[in-house]
């Protein structure tokens, strides 16, 4: 196994917003390093967690060095539909706003 994807990913954040996403959206928030792309991210928790990621959405906030991802994870259910059928496997998207922290 390669090592560096573990330089990728940082921690997981408990919060109590992370803690929703992942009950109500299937979602969970990593601190992830700056300089860390989307299909890195991607590859990182599919490899530690050995899940498939659906989508990966990033956010940076200002005046910290940190940033945060949050990644959707693929049910059984979209695996086998995207199986059946490639491309409504890759159209899957969700998104994640920050409105509680005002952006």
């Known amino acids: 196994m390669n090592t560096e994807v ?3 990913i940082e921690t997981v ?6 803690t929703l ?4 959206l299937n979602k969970y928030v990593f601190r992830v390093r700056p300089s860390a792309n989307k299909l890195q991210i991607k590859r990182a928790i ?3 967690f050995k899940k498939k990621v ?3 959405n990033t956010a ?10 949050s990644c959707r ?3 059984s ?3 086998e539909e995207s199986n059946r059928n490639p491309e409504r496997g890759r159209k899957t998207r969700s998104c994640l706003r920050n409105s509680d922290h005002g952006h």
């Open 6 to 8: 573990y330089d990728h």
């Open 54 to 56: 659906a989508d990966v």
């Open 60 to 69: 940076n906030f200002a005046g910290k060095k940190k940033a945060r991802a």
């Open 21 to 24: 996403l992942s009950e109500k």
């Open 46 to 48: 599919e490899i530690i």
């Open 13 to 18: 954040l408990l919060t109590e917003k992370a």
């Open 77 to 79: 259910s979209e695996l």
């Open 73 to 75: 994870l693929r049910s």
